[in-house]
């Protein structure tokens, strides 16, 4: 029931990933010059990696309780680089004396998109494929703020 969605899934993350990469290896001097991008780009990937490595898991025939061992395994290491990359930010804000809502925001954003694949994986290891609708929410939240990164790395980057 689930497999177009991953497919579709693991496809535009494997694009997206790709912009990303591409968007900060042309812009990579620009972006070394703000201390918070190097490690927003990196867990914007890290992100998008998450979404391509839980859809192939997703799509290999096993148990929904093995699933959800898998996504909980990958959404915590995901979880992991995005919570560095948030301390990051808070200090390249706070030596540049940005407000301080800014790096709450990112965080607020980091947990957006991470947390529902850690109650996706929970309920799947429950086995509840209810599970599968929790993380296409992170699928989703993923994409929206991956792609307004994107923007940013590619285009405001240049402004």
């Known amino acids: 029931m689930w497999s177009n969605f991953f497919i579709a899934g693991a496809s535009a993350a494997a694009a997206l990933a790709g912009l990303v990469i591409v968007a900060v290896s042309v812009n990579l001097a620009r972006i070394l010059q703000f201390p918070h991008l190097p490690s927003r780009a990196g867990a914007t990937i890290a992100r998008l990696i998450l979404i391509l ?12 309780r093995a699933v959800g061992i898998e996504v909980l395994f990958l959404a915590a290491a995901c979880w992991m680089v995005s919570i560095r990359s948030s301390r990051r930010s808070a200090r390249a804000h706070a030596e540049l004396q940005r407000p301080r809502f800014e790096s709450l925001l990112e965080s607020v954003a980091v947990e957006i998109q991470v947390l529902p694949f850690v109650v996706g994986a929970i309920l799947l290891m429950l ?14 939240a993923t994409f929206v703020f991956s792609t307004l990164n994107m923007w940013v790395l590619l285009v405001e980057i240049l402004r």
Request: proline share 8%.
């Open 53 to 64: 490595v839980t859809s192939m898991v997703a799509l290999i025939p096993q148990p929904v």
């Open 127 to 140: 086995s509840r494929e209810a599970g599968y609708y929790a993380v296409a929410g992170g699928v989703i």
